[in-house]
């Protein structure tokens, strides 16, 4: 079954800007990063819960194709899509387009997992279940 991604907007801020007056490539991050935690929040999935239970989500890589570069003032959407890559790995698939015209600025794979309290791998259930919605399909 072919989920939507989740899609959040925003618009760049002076101070994300560098000294070439486009956003910094740092800041890219940022934005990406804000759409995984407000996605996982409309799932059902709370990082205060999951801290309090010795649980952190962690990046372990992050591919970032930059494709055309934002500037103050500009508006744009990221959006966010989850996938399984292992048993106890997922990605979260994201784009940003600028506004209105749609132009894509960025893809990203971000790929992460979660550790207890000893370090170890761990998959708690509620992300277990978002991400076995679905499954990649090259590893």
């Known amino acids: 079954m072919e989920h939507k991604p989740y899609v959040l907007q925003f618009k760049v801020r002076d101070y994300e800007c560098d000294m070439a007056h486009v956003v910094n490539n740092s800041v890219y991050m940022n934005y990406l990063e804000h759409c995984r935690h407000e996605y996982l929040k409309t799932v059902g999935i709370d990082f205060s819960k999951?801290?309090?239970?010795?649980?952190?989500?962690?990046?372990?890589?992050?591919?970032?194709?930059?494709?055309?570069?934002?500037?103050?003032g500009d508006e744009f959407e990221v959006s966010a899509k989850i996938e399984r890559v292992s048993k106890l790995r997922f990605a979260f698939n994201q784009k940003i387009h600028r506004l209105p015209d749609r132009k894509l600025v960025l893809e990203a794979k971000i790929i992460g997992t979660a550790i207890d309290s000893l370090g170890r791998p761990h998959m708690p259930e509620e992300l277990d279940k978002i991400s076995n919605q679905v499954t990649a399909t090259t590893a």
């Not at 999951?50 to 103050?72: C, F, G, M, P, Q």
């Open 50 to 72: 999951l801290v309090k239970n010795k649980i952190s989500l962690i990046i372990t890589r992050a591919e970032v194709d930059y494709k055309w570069s934002l500037v103050s």
